[in-house]
Nanobody
Framework: QVRLVESGGGLVQTGGSLRLSCAVF????????MGWFRRAPGKEREVVAS????????YYADSLKGRFTISRDNAKNMVYLQMNSLKPEDTAVYYC?????????????????WGQGTQVTVSS
């Protein structure tokens, strides 16, 4: 059984930064592709970023390039999302996801394991 637990969400002002963390329990973390997704109020869940199991490749949604950075620590079974220059439109529940494999994945349907989500609210 694989369990994902997100943390680090909260309330931040426009232009601020947050770092989300996701701890993964169970399985072999170094063999998982990891992803961050978000669901804004009234919208569907969308991909934010993903990172390959070897850390060799990353993917970002076009609108987030340059502001968000995904990283992972295979020794700690952790994946992170550094979010800078936050905007009100970044307000959403952010989810961590995992999928066994090697290459980048970016679709919701590609991921088997999900966390419960952490709320990020950016005030204007």
């Amino acid at each position: 059984q694989v369990r994902l637990v997100e943390s680090g969400g909260g309330l931040v002002q426009t232009g601020g930064s947050l770092r989300l963390s996701c701890a993964v329990f169970g399985g072999t973390f170094s063999t998982y592709i990891m992803g961050w997704f978000r669901r804004a109020p009234g919208k569907e869940r969308e991909v934010v970023a993903s990172i390959s199991s070897s850390v060799a490749s990353t993917y970002y949604a076009d609108s987030l390039k340059g502001r968000f950075t995904i990283s992972r620590d295979n020794a700690k079974n952790m994946v992170y999302l550094q979010m800078n220059s936050l905007k009100p439109e970044d307000t959403a529940v952010y989810y961590c996801a995992a999928q066994a494999g090697w290459d980048i994945r970016r679709d919701i349907s590609d991921f088997d394991y999900w966390g419960q989500g952490t709320q990020v609210t950016v005030s204007s």
